[in-house]
Every structure is written in C-alpha cells, then in structure tokens.
C-alpha cells in the first residue's frame, strides 16, 4: 500500500529529469573575445636579428617558446636554483592553494545547485500531548516518537540561474589557474634577472677594487715624487681624493650584492642567513642566440595576465545571466519518505509509513527596483572587465614591443662600449708609460684612469643589460608555461 502510495513521486522525478534538460539560460553567453588582427609588435619593420660583432641573436618566429627556457642560457647552477624555487617558493605555494580553494568550492558549489540534495534523517523525541488543548476531554498521555525519512529537494533551473552561478565559479577557478602559471614564470624570470643583477654587482665591484688598488699604487708613486721635490702637493691631494671617491663607492656596491643574494634566497623560499646560494658571475652565463616571436594572433592566448583577464571577463558575464534569472521565477520540488511510529519495533510497519511530494514556486514582483539596479551593475561590472581585458592586451603588446626594441639597442650599445672598453684600456696604458717618463702630465694619467674605470663599469652594465633584457622576452611571450608536460592551456 505504501509503495503505491509514493509512486507519484517516481513520474515527478522523470519529469524532473525532463524539464532540466530543456531549461534555457538567459543572459549572454561567453564567446572568447577575438584575437588582435595587428601583424607586428613595433612600429616599422622588425630586424630578423640583434647583433654585434661577437654574439648575433636571431628572432625566430618558428621557434616555440619552451617551458624552461632558463636552461638557454647553460647556467648549471641557475637551472638547480630555479627549480628549487619553483618547488619551496612560498608564494607559489599559496597561489597553489588559492587554485585547490577554489576548484573544490566550485565542485561542491556544481553539487549543490545542479544534483537534487537527498537527506537521511533520523529522530526520537518524547512528547505529552493534552487533548484538551485541542478542545476535547482526556487525560494527558505521554509517548516516544521516533522517525526515520529520506528527503529530497530540487530547483528547477528554468532560467540558468544555478548554472551561470556555476559558471562564475569554474571562470573563477580559470583565473586561478593562470594566476598560478602567471605566478611561476614570472618566479623564474625574477631568479634569471636577480642572478643576472648579482653577477654584474659582483664584476663591477671586483672592477672598482681594482681600480682602488690602481689609484692607491699611483698614490704611493706620487708621494715617492713629492718627497724628491718633482710634483707638487697639489697633485698629491688629487689623488688622494680621487682614491677616497672611489673607495666610497664600494660600500654601496656591497650592500647592493648581499641584498641582491638576500633576495635570491626569498624567491627559492630559504633565510638568507642559511641559503647557501651558490656565486654568479656573467662569464658562466651564455647569451641565447635563438630568441621566440610568437606571432600576435598567438599571444593572447599564452600570456597568463592576458588569460586572467579573459577569465575575469568570463566570470562577470557569467554574473550577468545570474542577476538576469534572478528576476525570473523560481520553483523548487520536494519529496520525503519515512516512517513514524511510537515505538521504535513498529518503525516499519506498514501502517507507519508516511510520504509528501510539494512543489514551490517564488515569483519576485516588487522589490523596489533593486533587481533592476542589480542588473546594471553586472552590465557595468561586464562592460569594466571588458576595458581591462582590452587594457591588459595594450599593455602586453607594448611589452613585447619594448622587449624587441631593447634588444636592439642592447646589441648595439654592447658593441660599442665592448670598443670603448678596449680603446680606453689600451689609452690606459698608454698614459701610464708616458706619465712615467715624464711625457704627460698627472692630470691627463687621471682623466685616463677615469675613462678606464668608467668604461669598463658600461661594459659590465650593457653586457648584463643584455642578458636581462633576452630573459624578459621569454617572459614576455608567456614564459612557455602551455609546452610543460600534462600543462593544459
């Protein structure tokens, strides 16, 4: 008798299953927006190759952008760093994180809305019950109750409402996902730039000791010949100021080193008083010779900023069809089976049985505008994530195209201050074997030794410019994150 009793629940739930699958969705639908129709980064014709007379660099347009792309510049001891950093960071560990949160809050989230939620329960109470509360004669009589049902409830998504809200949270997930990409190769490209900076510290310090140890022997020299009565005092304070000036510059470029590893040590998520990070020098560096281009069309769909973007553009569509269906009718099925009885042997009995099956439909007629207030909202949250998806896509073509142009320059300027390095090291000597025989003065050796130290400190500045500068390309193109293996883009 029970069972056909609850058998009108059984065509409700076919019913059920009928409806959900012919239920529309308003609001817009997401269509990726499309890629820029630009053919070039930079104004004017982009050179094939950024050369000087030693180490040419060629732009490959063929040339995919492969995930580690550190490894191109045969730096064993940069290739152990960043893989330890990518492995202890600790913001990488957090964005890892936040991308758990929210794919499994989106997970539960999809459960929730789209598959009915069925519930057990089950209860024992004791109750005294007067009939003469309800108006008729009687003593009090006190039982146990005890029940024992299965609920369950549904919302008709008619309208979408419980999908775009899913839909949100799977953009929101996308958007964590590319954060945590945008997160490690932007970890890498930092580890290659820092190592880079402490190398070129590290020369340019061992330049001015050596230019310190220069000075002070020419001051040893001069005062030799002051006390023969061939120079000057004059000549002797020079050079003393001169050795003081550049004396007080090494502090700085010390300082400027123990950060610059200190900060090594942050990125692959160790103290800087423990790290034991190995030493840098430009010389254990090589310059890649083969740099990716992607084509334009190609990068907005490998840059994870741009992709984040994309996703937050996604998501506030997706918020728009929410708030949209909000104004929509909402009905909500139910049904239960179970069980009562006064004690707990009879639970089962036939005559214990007990079913409900309900429906309930919510109509929003007036809520003093606010839903239509709400609507122009998402529209304007959609039309402002629309700005800054375009916005971010500016900015990253303008980065590529800075990128390009900087290592043009940084090819030109490396040759130059390579023959400048050279000239003024070869005047150097020059005027040091003149000065010695009396040929020139004391102020033309120290105008030479300036323009030694200066020139070889530009020397050691362009070449590190350089090799920066060719690992922000990688970086720019996307850091090759799509090529990892079982990487999905």
Same mark, same amino acid.
């Given at each position: 008798?029970?069972?056909?009793?609850?058998?009108?629940?059984?065509?409700?739930?076919?019913?059920?299953?009928?409806?959900?699958?012919?239920?529309?969705?308003?609001?817009?639908?997401?269509?990726? /927006?499309?890629?820029?129709?630009?053919?070039?980064?930079?104004?004017?014709?982009?050179?094939?190759?950024?050369?000087?007379?030693?180490?040419?660099?060629?732009?490959?347009?063929?040339?995919?952008?492969?995930?580690?792309?550190?490894?191109?510049?045969?730096?064993?001891?940069?290739?152990?760093?960043?893989?330890?950093?990518?492995?202890?960071?600790?913001?990488?560990?957090?964005?890892?994180?936040?991308?758990?949160?929210?794919?499994?809050?989106?997970?539960?989230?999809?459960?929730?809305?789209?598959?009915?939620?069925?519930?057990?329960?089950?209860?024992?109470?004791?109750?005294?019950?007067?009939?003469?509360?309800?108006?008729? /004669?009687?003593?009090?009589?006190?039982?146990?109750?005890?029940?024992?049902?299965?609920?369950?409830?549904?919302?008709?998504?008619?309208?979408?409402?419980?999908?775009?809200?899913?839909?949100?949270?799977?953009?929101?997930?996308?958007?964590?996902? &590319?954060?945590?990409?945008?997160?490690?190769?932007?970890?890498?490209?930092?580890?290659?730039?820092?190592?880079?900076?402490?190398?070129?510290?590290?020369?340019?310090?061992?330049?001015?000791?050596?230019?310190?140890?220069?000075?002070?022997?020419?001051?040893?020299?001069?005062?030799?010949?002051?006390?023969?009565?061939?120079?000057?005092?004059?000549?002797?304070?020079?050079?003393?100021?001169?050795?003081?000036?550049?004396?007080?510059?090494?502090?700085?470029?010390?300082?400027?080193?123990?950060?610059?590893?200190?900060?090594?040590?942050? &990125?692959?998520?160790?103290?800087?008083?423990?790290?034991?990070?190995?030493?840098?020098?430009?010389?254990?560096?090589?310059?890649?010779?083969?740099?990716?281009?992607?084509?334009?069309?190609?990068?907005?769909?490998?840059? /994870?900023?741009?992709?984040?973007?994309?996703?937050?553009?996604?998501?506030?569509?997706?918020?728009?069809?929410?708030?949209?269906?909000?104004?929509?009718?909402?009905?909500?099925?139910?049904?239960?089976?179970?069980?009562?009885?006064?004690?707990?042997?009879?639970?089962?009995?036939?005559?214990?049985?007990?079913?409900?099956?309900?429906?309930?439909?919510?109509? /929003?007629?007036?809520?003093?505008?606010?839903?239509?207030?709400?609507?122009?909202?998402? !529209?304007?949250?959609?039309?402002?994530?629309?700005?800054?998806?375009?916005?971010?896509?500016?900015?990253?073509?303008?980065?590529?195209?800075?990128?390009?142009?900087?290592?043009?320059?940084?090819?030109?300027?490396?040759?130059?201050?390579?023959?400048?390095?050279?000239?003024?090291?070869?005047?150097?000597?020059?005027?040091?074997? !003149?000065?010695?025989?009396?040929?020139?003065?004391?102020?033309?050796?120290?105008?030479?030794?300036?323009?030694?130290?200066?020139?070889?400190?530009?020397?050691?500045?362009?070449?590190?410019?350089?090799?920066?500068?060719?690992?922000?390309?990688?970086?720019?193109?996307?850091?090759?994150?799509?090529?990892?293996?079982?990487?999905?883009?």
């Amino acid at each position: 008798m029970n069972r056909t009793a609850f058998s009108p629940a059984l065509p409700g739930l076919a019913l059920l299953a009928t409806l959900i699958a012919g239920c529309g969705m308003v609001g817009p639908d997401f269509e990726r /927006p499309a890629a820029p129709s630009v053919g070039q980064y930079t104004e004017g014709a982009q050179p094939a190759t950024a050369s000087d007379q030693s180490t040419p660099q060629t732009f490959n347009r063929d040339q995919a952008v492969q995930a580690d792309w550190w490894t191109l510049f045969h730096s064993t001891a940069l290739n152990a760093l960043i893989e330890e950093g990518l492995k202890n960071n600790p913001s990488l560990a957090a964005a890892e994180a936040a991308l758990v949160n929210a794919r499994e809050s989106a997970s539960a989230e999809r459960s929730n809305l789209l598959i009915p939620a069925v519930n057990a329960q089950l209860g024992e109470t004791r109750q005294r019950l007067s009939p003469e509360a309800f108006g008729f /004669p009687g003593n009090p009589n006190t039982f146990n109750l005890t029940n024992a049902s299965v609920q369950v409830s549904y919302t008709l998504d008619f309208f979408g409402a419980n999908r775009r809200q899913v839909e949100s949270m799977e953009a929101q997930v996308d958007a964590e996902r &590319y954060l945590l990409q945008a997160a490690r190769v932007t970890l890498a490209a930092n580890i290659v730039t820092t190592a880079i900076r402490e190398a070129a510290l590290r020369e340019q310090l061992r330049a001015s000791e050596a230019v310190e140890q220069l000075e002070s022997r020419t001051l040893g020299i001069l005062e030799t010949r002051e006390k023969l009565g061939a120079i000057s005092q004059t000549e002797v304070q020079m050079q003393r100021a001169t050795l003081a000036q550049t004396r007080a510059t090494l502090p700085g470029l010390q300082k400027q080193l123990a950060q610059t590893r200190h900060q090594l040590a942050v &990125y692959v998520g160790k103290f800087p008083g423990e790290a034991g990070l190995p030493r840098f020098e430009l010389k254990d560096m090589t310059l890649p010779q083969q740099l990716p281009v992607s084509v334009p069309s190609a990068l907005v769909r490998q840059r /994870p900023d741009i992709l984040v973007s994309e996703a937050q553009l996604h998501q506030a569509s997706a918020n728009l069809g929410l708030t949209i269906a909000g104004a929509y009718p909402n009905v909500t099925l139910s049904a239960s089976f179970g069980s009562i009885a006064t004690r707990p042997g009879d639970l089962f009995n036939t005559g214990s049985t007990i079913w409900s099956l309900g429906g309930n439909l919510v109509q /929003p007629l007036f809520h003093g505008g606010a839903l239509q207030a709400e609507q122009r909202a998402a !529209q304007a949250a959609l039309d402002q994530a629309a700005a800054q998806y375009r916005q971010t896509v500016l900015n990253a073509f303008q980065n590529v195209a800075d990128v390009l142009r900087a290592l043009e320059a940084d090819a030109t300027t490396l040759a130059a201050q390579t023959d400048a390095a050279g000239a003024s090291r070869r005047s150097l000597t020059l005027a040091q074997a !003149q000065y010695t025989s009396g040929g020139i003065s004391f102020l033309t050796l120290l105008s030479a030794e300036e323009r030694d130290n200066q020139a070889q400190l530009a020397l050691i500045q362009a070449q590190a410019t350089r090799l920066a500068d060719s690992a922000a390309l990688f970086l720019a193109m996307g850091g090759g994150w799509w090529n990892e293996s079982g990487v999905t883009p």
